[in-house]
């Protein structure tokens, strides 16, 4: 095996409800993001109100997430669960502060060669819509590798989603001599407006 760390698949599917950029109606991803604007937009259409309720979920009843905070997205959880047949227990990292995301550039991720893993980011939106988010996955170990798998577009809500791929299998982490060492991965998160919500940079350690 040569090159560097595997890629994540593209993703099936993930827990939560996107909020489609090909919608037709265009009222999400051709015009405000705002849900007050969006809601009050042909507010005497009575089935157009209810199916724009349906794809806002709770924001539609004001639930915005956590007002206080300025950010729009907060990446709550990166998670690295392995295969039963493993026997590891998941590597766990709370993102959501300076303090956790500290706590992985200095502590890295170890793997063990040949693991069967997949990933799972739990994440919150906060004030309004977000369309067309994306992370990139870029590994280097003398050549960059770069990924980039959509999330979606999600309406504001306490209440978190949670991406997970690959969904029904799980990836192979490199194995053999020459694939053993340590790889620079940086993380990034990044919407259809190109604006970087955060970057995150650590250390991934493939042991034999």
Same mark, same amino acid.
Request: aromatic share 10%.
């Given at each position: 095996m040569s090159g560097p760390p595997p890629k994540p698949p593209k993703p099936e599917t993930f827990e939560g409800t996107?909020?489609?950029?090909?919608?037709?109606?265009?009222?999400?991803?051709? #015009?405000?993001?705002?849900?007050?604007?969006?809601?009050?937009?042909? *507010? %005497?259409? /009575?089935? +157009?109100?209810?199916?724009?309720?349906s794809l806002l979920g709770s924001a539609a009843h004001g639930d915005l997430g956590n007002t206080s905070d300025p950010r729009r997205l907060v990446i709550e959880e990166f998670r690295i669960v392995f295969a039963p047949e493993e026997g590891a227990a998941d590597i766990v990292h709370r993102l959501g502060d300076e303090a956790g995301l500290a706590k992985?550039?200095?502590?890295?991720?170890?793997?063990?060669?040949?693991?069967?893993?997949?990933?799972?980011?739990?994440?919150?939106?906060?004030?309004?819509?977000?369309? #067309?988010?994306?992370?990139?996955?870029?590994?280097?170990?003398?050549? *960059? %590798?770069? /990924?980039? +798998?959509?999330?979606?577009?999600?309406?504001?809500?306490?209440?978190?989603?949670?991406?997970?791929?690959?969904?029904?299998?799980?990836?192979?982490?490199?194995?053999?001599?020459?694939?053993?060492?340590?790889?620079t991965v940086s993380n990034s998160f990044v919407d259809s407006d190109k604006v970087k919500h955060l970057e995150f940079t650590y250390d991934l350690n493939i042991v034999k």
């Open positions: 996107p909020v489609s950029e090909e919608d037709s109606s265009g009222f999400v991803a051709k #015009g405000s993001k705002n849900v007050a604007e969006i809601l009050a937009k042909d *507010s %005497e259409d /009575e089935s +157009l109100r209810k199916y724009k309720e992985l550039a200095r502590e890295g991720i170890s793997m063990k060669e040949g693991s069967r893993f997949k990933f799972r980011i739990s994440f919150r939106v906060q004030h309004e819509i977000i369309t #067309g988010i994306r992370f990139i996955n870029k590994v280097t170990r003398m050549l *960059s %590798e770069t /990924e980039e +798998l959509v999330l979606g577009s999600y309406p504001p809500s306490s209440t978190a989603h949670v991406f997970e791929f690959p969904k029904w299998d799980y990836s192979e982490a490199p194995k053999g001599m020459m694939m053993r060492g340590k790889y």
